[in-house]
């Protein structure tokens, strides 16, 4: 049979926390876990009221304070109470935290109440309302476009010039959406770890001269230069997502950089491993906000570049190609100066490694 120190050796294996209250809420147990969650010690939380220790914000005070809260509800009536699994904001010692809490009341007349972490689901339903809200946005402005186009070469007789104007605007659009569509299911091929690889020796100079000559049309009066060793050895790496890396690097520089600035791509070559630096003079990036600029769906707000259109999702998408081909991201910038965002990617083995 199993007895109360049982008992509470098996509640103290359990990974989340736990506080045992009485039929009136004062504390008479803890478990391990709960002081770091809660962030107090068993002694500080000893015979104290709930209310006291989670101090829940907004209409959830009502769980645990009052007459009539959740708890004594619970308690009165044998009843178990689960909040929602995004969990409840409550006063954490700097700023709010959300916690997971069940209550379940026990036959005795007090309640066990079990205390999770809500931050890593709150993440992935947060990451998934983001989502929604980048995919509506980012799918209807391109859709709109195309669709009113071809309604207008629909209903009305237009020249060869205008004709192949509007259908150019139109192949354009379609171009945006096949992009976004590509951000989102790369971000979800790294997500779940599917990202397919195919790395061999990769000509570095010759891959950047390649992208270059994609991203012509986009860089209008960009002055670009190229700084490489005269030597310049091979890297190992999947030269399609090399490409893809440089086209996002490069396509941000000019996208956050005003008309006819300078972009610098520079390659360093170290014992092991090339850095790749793409520094442009433009908008540049806050100390505060640099933290966030490789998650996903970040955007930094600023008055110069609300009409640049974006998902947030390309820096993210960065990072999760070089750390899987075995490199590292970084980024240095001044606000209202520029930024350098760059990469490393390993050598290539020496019996491959034939200078380009
Ligand atoms: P997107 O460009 O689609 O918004 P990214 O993930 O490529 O998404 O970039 C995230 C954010 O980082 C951008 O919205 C922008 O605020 C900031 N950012 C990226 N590159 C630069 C840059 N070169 N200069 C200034 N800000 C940048």
């Excluded at 294996?13 to 045992?20: A, I, K, N, P, R």
């Excluded at 178990?80 to 409550?90: K, N, R, Y």
């Excluded at 007090?110 to 990451?127: H, Q, Y």
């Excluded at 998934?128 to 476009?145: M, R, W």
Aim: aromatic content about 6%; some cysteine; proline content about 4%.
């Amino acid at each position: 049979m199993i007895n109360t120190t049982n008992l509470v050796d098996i509640l103290q294996s359990f990974d989340q926390g736990y506080l045992l209250v009485d039929n009136r809420g004062f504390v008479v147990g803890m478990g391990a876990r709960t002081s770091s969650l809660l962030g107090l010690s068993e002694k500080e939380a000893a015979g104290k009221h709930v209310s006291q220790l989670i101090r829940a914000r907004g209409f959830e005070t009502a769980l645990f304070e009052g007459p009539d809260s959740v708890l004594e509800r619970c308690v009165e009536s044998g009843a178990d109470w689960m909040s929602p699994l995004s969990g409840i904001a409550v006063d954490g010692a700097d700023d709010v935290i959300y916690l997971n809490i069940q209550i379940r009341s026990m036959t005795w007349g007090g309640a066990l109440i079990l205390i999770a972490d809500a931050g890593p689901v709150r993440e992935v339903l947060e990451s998934h309302d983001a989502l929604l809200s980048v995919t509506s946005h980012e799918l209807k402005t391109p859709l709109t476009a195309i669709k009113a186009t071809a309604e207008l070469l629909l209903a009305y007789q237009f020249d060869s010039t205008q004709r192949n104007e509007m259908l150019g605007d139109i192949y354009k659009q379609a171009e945006r959406l096949e992009l976004l569509i590509r951000e989102i299911l790369d971000a979800s091929q790294l997500d779940s770890g599917r990202m397919p690889l195919e790395p061999y020796e990769v000509d570095l100079r010759g891959t950047l001269a390649d992208v270059l000559d994609e991203l012509d049309s986009q860089m209008g009066e960009t002055r670009l230069t190229v700084r490489f060793p005269a030597i310049m050895p091979k890297v190992w790496a999947d030269k399609r997502k090399l490409s893809q890396i440089l086209v996002n690097l490069i396509t941000n520089a000019i996208k956050y950089s005003p008309e006819s600035s300078s972009v610098v791509v520079t390659a360093t070559v170290g014992p092991e491993s090339v850095r790749v630096a793409v520094k442009d003079r433009g908008i540049g990036i806050k100390h505060e906000d640099q933290h966030r600029l490789f998650k996903k769906f970040q955007r930094i707000p600023d008055p110069a570049t609300r009409r640049v259109s974006g998902t947030g999702l390309g820096l993210y998408i960065v990072k999760g190609l070089v750390e899987l081909q075995g490199g590292t991201v970084d980024v240095e910038s001044a606000y209202g100066k520029g930024s350098t965002f760059s990469f490393t990617l390993p050598l290539a083995p020496v019996s491959a490694r034939a200078s380009a």
